[in-house]
């Protein structure tokens, strides 16, 4: 099993940037490929971005391309999500997840985070 602990969400206005955390104890983190999701009040869950083992590949869902970034440090046990040109409609709580046998925008992911608050004023 893997245990996952998200940080960095807060209140910021719109325009600003952001940069989550999510650290990663138990077993080894290279062994999970890796999700940012989130959801906003009254919608679904929906997948932000997903990052494979070692980080060699990458997926963002159209609404954040171009301005969100996913990467991993396998020796730090932490992946990130840095959140440029955000707007209100980013508000969010925002989970990492982590699945081992698989990685992509379609994973059902078997490890969550508790979720961390992002607010973008406008």
């Known amino acids: 099993q893997v245990q996952l602990v998200e940080s960095g969400g807060g209140l910021v206005q719109a325009g600003g940037s952001l940069r989550l955390s999510c650290a990663a104890s138990?077993?080894?983190?290279?062994?999970?490929?890796m999700g940012w999701f989130r959801q906003a009040p009254g919608k679904e869950r929906e997948i932000v971005a997903a990052?494979?083992?070692?980080?060699?590949?990458?997926s963002y869902v159209d609404s954040v391309k171009g301005r969100f970034t996913i990467s991993r440090d396998n020796a730090k046990n932490t992946v990130y999500l840095q959140m440029n040109s955000l707007k209100p409609e980013d508000t969010a709580v925002y989970y990492c997840?982590?699945?081992?046998?698989?990685?992509?925008?379609?994973?059902?992911?078997?490890?969550w985070g508790q979720g961390t608050q992002v607010t973008v004023s406008s």
């Open positions: 997840a982590a699945d081992e046998r698989r990685y992509g925008l379609g994973v059902s992911y078997d490890y």
């Open positions: 138990g077993r080894a983190f290279s062994n999970y490929a």
């Open positions: 990052i494979s083992w070692r980080g060699g590949s990458t």
